[in-house]
């Protein structure tokens, strides 16, 4: 049966956005950083240290190198912002304003290096 996120994962009081996450089996507990490289996360586990640390450290940042307990973490903070965006829903339309200006900035970012790339072959 799974495990309800706030037995596995708990806020690191005074450091803003790290939480220590139970490991599966539930035997150990690691040190997850969710703004680390840029927001993808960091977290002390074997897994991540050999895997994606690598990849990250040198300056890719992608969506998937990110392990299980990043994961949780991450699904801990999305909870606890929806729980109380419903609780006020002037709070609630804010952060979704929020959450879709960043997507629209990235996705005009995005858009920005697309349209050079395109710019520089027709030069060519
Ligand atoms: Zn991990």
Redo the contacts with the bound molecule.
């Keep these: 049966m799974p495990r309800d996120l706030t037995h596995e994962v708990e806020p690191i009081f005074g450091e803003r956005w790290c939480y220590h996450v139970r490991s599966r089996s539930g035997h150990q507990a690691?040190r997850v950083d969710l703004e680390a490289f840029e927001g993808n996360g960091q977290?002390d586990?074997l897994?991540?240290e050999t895997r994606f640390k690598p990849i990250l450290s040198r300056g890719i940042a992608r969506d998937w190198l990110r392990?299980?307990?990043?994961l949780r973490a991450r699904g801990l903070v999305l909870n606890a912002i929806i729980a109380s965006s419903n609780r006020s829903p002037t709070f609630g339309q804010m952060l979704s304003k929020i959450v879709r200006l960043v997507w629209e900035e990235t996705v005009n970012k995005w858009k920005g290096k697309h349209e050079d790339a395109e710019d520089r072959s027709l030069v060519r």
Excluded: A, G, R
């Design positions: 690691y977290c586990c897994h991540f392990c299980y307990h990043i």
